[in-house]
C-alpha cells in the first residue's frame, strides 16, 4: 500500500517513461497507474501526492499532480471540495500550458462551481487545446445561471476559429447545461449553419432538447444529406419524437438500430405501445415486491422514457424503459422480472446491461 512519497516517485518514472516514448502503452500505462492511484484507499493517497506535486518547481510534476488530484476528485464525491481547492490555488499562479491543461481537466472532475472565474479566462487563452478543454470542464462545474459568465463564455467559443473547441463549445452548451434562454438558442441556430458538420448536428441537437420548432427542418435536412451517418442528429430527432420526422427517418439508410430507436420515438403508435408496456412494468414491479418504488418519467431534456427503481437494502437504478423492454423480448412480465434481479445481484456481480442506465450519476 502506496505512501503518498512511494505513489510520488511511481507516478513520476511512469510519467517520464511517457514523455520520453512515442509509443501508445506507455502513455497508457501511466493513466493505467493514475486511474489505479486515485481509486484506491478512498482517493485520499492520491490527493495527497498530488496536492504534493502541485508546489514542486518541476513542470511535469505539476502536471502529474493535477492528474492525480483530477482524477481522485472524480472517483471520490466526498474528495471533489477539497481537490478543487488545490487547484484553483495552482490556478492563480500557473503560466505552463502543459499543466493548465490537466488543471483544467481537473477542475472539469471536481464539478465545484468556484472553479467558473478561472474556467472562463482560460476559455480565451491563446492555445486551442486548452480553450478546448474549458469548454469542456464548463460542462461538470458550472454556475447553473441562464446568462452566467461560463454560459457567455461558451456561446463565444462557438464562433471559435478552431472547429473541434466550436464543437466541444456546442456540445457542451447544447447538450451539458440544461439551461434554456434566447441568447443561448440563437448560439445553437448559428452553429447550425457552420462549416464544420459535427457544429451543425451538435447546434441541431441542442436546439432539440429545447424543443425549438426550428429543429424539425434541420434535422431533416441533416438526415437527407450525404455526409454519411448523422448518429447525433438521429438522437436529435429521437428526443423531438415528432412524426413529421417520420419521411426522413425512413429514407435514411444508416445506422439501422439507431434510425429504428428514432422512428420508435417519432411514431405515435409505437411510441404509444412502449409508453404503455412500461407502465405494465412499474405495476409488476410493485405486485412482486410490494415495498418497491418505481415511476416512469419522460426528461425533457433527453429520449428515454426513465424507469426509476428504489428497493430497501439495493441500489437505486434508472433503466431506459425501451432498451430495458427490448431486452426482455417485449414482455413487461419478463422485464419487471429482470429488474428484480438485477437489484438482488451484489454489487459488481451481474451483468447490468441491456438496459441499465447511468442516468442516476
Not at 33 to 44: C, F, N, Y
Not at 274 to 298: N, T
Request: hydrophobic letters at 45%; a negative charge.
Amino acid at each position: 500500500m502506496d505512501n503518498a512519497v512511494g505513489l510520488a516517485g511511481r507516478m513520476m518514472t511512469a510519467a517520464r517513461a511517457a514523455e520520453a516514448s512515442e509509443a501508445d502503452e506507455d502513455s497508457h500505462a501511466y493513466w493505467a497507474l493514475v486511474r489505479e492511484a486515485a481509486k484506491g484507499e478512498s482517493g485520499e493517497t492520491a490527493l495527497r501526492c498530488g496536492s504534493g506535486l502541485l508546489e514542486s518547481a518541476d513542470v511535469l510534476e505539476r502536471q502529474v499532480g493535477c492528474d492525480l488530484v483530477g482524477n481522485a476528485a472524480d472517483a471520490h464525491e466526498s474528495l471533489r471540495s477539497e481537490a478543487a481547492t488545490v487547484l484553483m490555488a495552482l490556478a492563480e499562479a500557473e503560466t505552463e500550458v502543459r499543466v493548465l491543461r490537466s488543471l483544467v481537466v481537473g477542475l472539469g472532475r471536481a464539478q465545484d462551481p468556484r472553479a467558473v472565474p478561472l474556467l472562463v479566462p482560460l476559455s480565451g487563452h491563446e492555445d486551442a487545446d486548452l480553450r478546448l478543454q474549458a469548454a469542456s470542464a464548463i460542462g461538470s462545474a458550472n454556475s447553473g445561471l441562464p446568462d452566467g459568465p461560463d454560459v457567455r463564455a461558451l456561446i463565444r467559443l462557438t464562433e471559435d476559429q478552431d472547429p473541434e473547441v466550436r464543437n466541444w463549445a456546442a456540445f457542451t452548451l447544447g447538450v451539458q447545461l440544461d439551461q434554456d434562454t434566447t441568447a443561448i438558442r440563437d448560439a445553437l441556430w448559428r452553429c447550425t449553419a457552420d462549416e464544420y458538420g459535427e457544429v451543425r448536428e451538435e447546434g441541431a441537437r441542442g436546439l432539440a432538447r429545447r424543443h425549438d420548432p426550428r429543429a424539425v427542418p434541420l434535422i431533416a435536412q441533416l438526415l437527407g444529406s450525404d455526409d454519411g451517418s448523422h448518429l447525433l442528429t438521429l438522437d436529435a430527432a429521437a428526443i423531438l419524437g415528432v412524426p413529421e420526422l417520420l419521411p426522413a427517418l425512413g429514407a435514411y439508410a444508416f445506422d439501422a438500430s439507431e434510425t429504428d430507436r428514432a422512428v420508435a420515438a417519432c411514431d405515435p403508435v409505437r411510441r404509444a405501445r412502449m409508453e404503455d408496456d412500461a407502465w405494465r412494468v412499474v405495476v409488476e414491479l410493485e405486485r412482486l415486491r410490494p415495498g418497491i418504488g418505481a415511476a416512469l418519467s419522460s426528461p425533457r431534456y433527453e429520449s428515454v422514457h426513465c424507469l426509476q427503481v428504489t428497493f430497501p437494502d439495493a441500489v437505486d437504478a434508472c433503466y431506459d424503459a425501451a432498451s430495458l423492454l427490448t431486452r426482455a423480448g417485449g414482455d413487461p412480465v419478463r422485464a419487471a422480472a429482470l429488474v428484480v434481479a438485477d437489484l438482488a445481484a451484489p454489487a459488481g456481480s451481474g451483468p447490468r446491461t441491456g438496459g441499465l442506465s447511468e442516468f442516476s450519476g
